[in-house]
């Protein structure tokens, strides 16, 4: 089996047994160069080891370029990716600039043959300039064919990954990281794993970036997020990890680094005992998902309780029962919260999402069994909250869309008047539905 090292910019390595790299994304526009320096200063001091950037135009590579260049001179040698979505030649100008960009190929065209000539000649321009690839296939935005042919699935997840593996292969081109990301835990386990074992059965092994997308924020965010990280870090898959969470993108950075030391550090996989003691009640939750969450997604135990003290005092009774109800959801073995998907925000977010986030979920919190989308923007958000009973999208300007499912019941809507609309839209659905 042959183990694929890729290098991004100078110093970063990943796959084949290299430490699992932890990295994160601005959530400022990109345009804004003394902003996104200032960001990726904070996320340097934090230890992000890869930062990405919303790259939506030329523009936003030009100013990308002008960043690496400023971080340079400051001796901030981070490797930049470029975050691109839809347009090839915005992937082909970042592929020049940038130490990686990030893409889905099945997106730079509705033709798949002629996504594959783009994806083709974005490959031979990376083998000249030494840019590295992340092809990533997110749940929520799996495309009508691929949908079509393999449904909306894990399964469909690596099935549209192994195509473009194969155009890889066949130009000999390994500069490659995979990434299947969902924000459902079950969904995002099954895809990986199923990827990494057929690239074992084909004798070969690309890096792999693992994430939980949308997992939202604070105590439930971070639960999710190191319940589905680490039940595979747990085996042995994962090369470079993001955790995703909707608060100021420097947060993420320790627990991606808790959760990513976790098993280095020769813990006992198979606990008999819950009870941690901890320094702080971060580590606390983070050491319980990274312990149980494992165990609870591999059905090896169906329930728990919970013990321990932070600095030394007990943890109220309580906060015990709510940590152990968010582990169970988080692994979606029992639902007794409402559950939200939230995205991290980025340079194309409008307006201020945490604090819109944070105001939903104050609202909602009572809608047991519901899950509500919270997105950034109109051009991935509602494909990316594919598994949401509702959804509240920003489109910019002040303006939000409302979603049922998968369909826009509102659009244009101001936003002081949204989460009305939203309340009242599923207390209309469940009135009909009695
Ligand atoms: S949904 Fe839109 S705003 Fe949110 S992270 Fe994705 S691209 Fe950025």
Redesign the pocket.
């Known amino acids: 089996m042959k183990r694929i090292q890729v290098r991004i910019g100078d110093q970063l390595i990943l796959g084949n047994g290299a430490p699992v790299a932890i990295q994160t994304m601005c959530n400022c526009n990109t345009n804004d160069v003394d902003a996104a320096f200032a960001q990726c200063q904070a996320m340097h001091a934090a230890g992000a080891q890869l930062i990405r950037l ?1 790259t939506q135009g030329l523009r936003e590579v030009a100013a990308l370029g002008e960043l690496k260049k400023r971080l340079l001179q400051a001796g901030i040698t981070t490797p930049l990716v470029a975050d691109v979505h839809f347009r090839s030649d915005v992937a082909l100008a970042a592929a020049k600039v940038a130490d990686k960009v990030r893409i889905n190929p099945g997106n730079f065209h509705k033709d798949h043959q002629e996504a594959m000539r783009i994806f083709r000649e974005l490959i031979t321009l990376c083998k000249n300039t030494g840019c590295v690839l992340r092809i990533g296939i997110n749940h929520g935005s799996l495309g009508e064919r691929i949908t079509r042919l393999h449904g909306d699935t894990a399964h469909g997840m690596v099935e549209a990954m192994k195509e473009w593996v194969q155009v890889c292969r066949e130009m000999e081109f390994d500069q490659v990281v995979l990434s299947l990301k969902a924000s459902n835990t079950v969904v995002m386990v099954a895809a990986y794993r199923e990827l990494y074992q057929w690239m074992e059965e084909q004798g070969y092994a690309y890096p792999l970036h693992l994430g939980v997308t949308e997992a939202g924020n604070g105590r439930s965010g971070r639960i999710k997020s190191a319940v589905g990280l680490a039940t595979l870090l747990q085996d042995g898959i994962g090369d470079t990890i993001r955790v995703s969470l909707t608060e100021n993108p420097v947060n993420e950075l320790p627990v991606a680094n808790f959760i990513a030391r976790y098993f280095e550090r020769g813990k006992d996989q198979r606990p008999t005992t819950f009870s941690y003691d901890a320094p702080d009640m971060d580590s606390y939750i983070l050491e319980a998902a990274s312990h149980i969450g494992p165990l609870l997604m591999d059905h090896l135990v169906d329930d728990f309780e919970l013990q321990g003290t932070v600095q030394g005092e007990p943890i109220p009774t309580e906060e015990l029962q709510d940590i152990h109800d968010e582990l169970l959801q988080a692994a979606r073995r029992r639902f007794t919260k409402c559950e939200y998907i939230a ?4 340079g ?2 409008l307006f201020d999402i945490e604090a819109t986030f944070a105001e939903v979920k104050r609202r909602t919190a009572h809608l047991q069994g519901l899950v509500i989308g919270v ?3 109109i ?3 509602p494909g ?1 909250m594919a598994d949401a009973d509702y959804g509240y999208v920003g489109e910019g300007a002040g303006k939000v869309s409302i979603y049922r499912k998968k369909e826009r019941i509102y659009q244009g809507i101001p936003q002081e008047e949204a989460i009305d609309l939203l309340l009242n839209l599923i207390e209309n659905d469940r009135d009909s539905a009695r």
């Open positions: 919303t995205c991290p925000s980025c194309r977010t997105m950034g923007c051009v991935n958000g990316e």
